[in-house]
């Protein structure tokens, strides 16, 4: 009875709130704001190989590789379902979006997530994590962990020590600057002697990433960095 009242309660709800995807505008039958053709169709997919680097991003040589789903477009639908899920509370949608870049990261032939692959989240400032509620990093990871069985490495061992002005509009020099030193890293334990795959939703100039991959850099065996878009 519990369930059917419970049942009858979510139909009228989705019914005076329907679910419809942010791209197209169908209406959805599950709570992923993405339809299935627009999150397989609509954005346009990278095609670097894991070790490219694109226009403005030099990639390191102790990177081994650097791996995104899609090319970010400025104004367009991309960058509106990444902003849903920084700041309209779509936690749901970011684990959606981190699953589909799971599965690109099984078939990466530079650096294959597997179970033993540890995922490095990057961390939130504690005021802008209270403030949005949760990090979208980590919910990016999490979903990649769903697919790869990576595990991602706990909250606490690594903490960002310095809230740092937006990087939007800042060049590749400023952008650096800006992050230096913006992260500590707390527990080795969970880095050492592993493969290490940092994780966040957008890489530019790659000046955040490389700045925490830094902190386990001795630790690890390698690193690579995964990311939803490339901008």
Not at 39 to 63: C, I, K, Q, Y
Not at 103 to 123: C, H, M, S
Not at 139 to 146: D, F, P
Request: glycine letters at 10%; charged letters at 25%.
């Amino acid at each position: 009875m519990l369930k059917l009242m419970l049942k009858a309660g979510k139909d009228i709800f989705d019914l005076l709130y329907p679910v419809s995807c942010l791209v197209c505008g169908d209406r959805l039958v599950d709570q992923r704001h993405l339809c299935s053709f627009c999150l397989r169709h609509a954005f346009v997919p990278t095609n670097e190989d894991g070790r490219e680097s694109s226009e403005g991003m030099v990639l390191p040589e102790w990177v081994t590789m650097q791996e995104s789903l899609w090319e970010f477009d400025k104004g367009g639908f991309l960058q509106d379902v990444l902003h849903h899920v920084k700041y309209s509370g779509l936690a749901d949608l970011g684990i959606a979006l981190g699953k589909e870049l799971g599965y690109k990261l099984l078939n990466n032939r530079f650096f294959p997530v597997t179970d033993e692959v540890v995922l490095l989240p990057v961390p939130l400032h504690p005021i802008r994590q209270r403030k949005r509620g949760y990090n979208q990093s980590e919910l990016l990871a999490g979903g990649i962990a769903v697919v790869t069985g990576a595990r991602v490495a706990p909250e606490r061992a690594v903490r960002r020590i310095r809230n740092t002005r937006t990087q939007t509009g800042l060049n590749a020099s400023s952008r650096k600057e800006n992050l230096s030193g913006a992260f500590e890293l707390v527990d080795a334990g969970p880095f050492r002697g592993r493969d290490v795959l940092v994780v966040d939703d957008v890489i530019t100039t790659g000046a955040t990433v490389f700045e925490l991959a830094g902190l386990v850099r001795e630790l690890c065996c390698s690193i690579g960095v995964a990311t939803i878009a490339r901008a």
